[in-house]
């Protein structure tokens, strides 16, 4: 089933939720790789992955348009994200590349953890 942008939004907000609840010293390591989580879904390559995915099914998959909607469409998209790359400093593109990269392998270790412990928990279903 594909993701939707309002599906992360109640994801985040379930999340942070979830997080206010976590106060005990052994549920810590749990609250912090949780906001890993929260953070993935909140960055700029997330929100781009989904609007690819967005684009994907409600643009180029529709049979109904044209071949010249869909170019419109997607140009539309194009300077959309040309503009969002435009408006961010360089600097803290740099710097959450880095943040990424010194992050990224604990991140995707601590991911299906946190994310398998938190839908069981806040009855996120799939």
Not at 60 to 77: D, P, R, T
Not at 88 to 97: E, K, T, V
Request: glycine letters at 2%.
């Amino acid at each position: 089933m594909p993701v939707k942008r309002k599906d992360t939004d109640r994801a985040l907000s379930l999340l942070e939720e979830y997080c206010k609840k976590l106060r005990k010293p052994e549920e810590q390591q749990l609250k912090s790789a949780v906001k890993k989580v929260m953070s993935i879904f909140r960055s700029s390559l997330f929100q781009a992955l989904l609007d690819i995915q967005e684009f994907y099914e409600v643009t180029l998959l529709n049979s109904q348009k044209s071949c010249e909607q869909k170019i419109e469409e997607a140009n539309q998209v194009a300077q959309k994200w040309e503009k969002t790359s435009l408006l961010a400093p360089c600097h803290d593109n740099l710097q959450q590349s880095a943040e990424m990269n010194t992050e990224g392998e604990e991140i995707l270790n601590d991911l299906p953890k946190a994310t398998q412990l938190v839908s069981g928990r806040a009855g996120i279903q799939s």
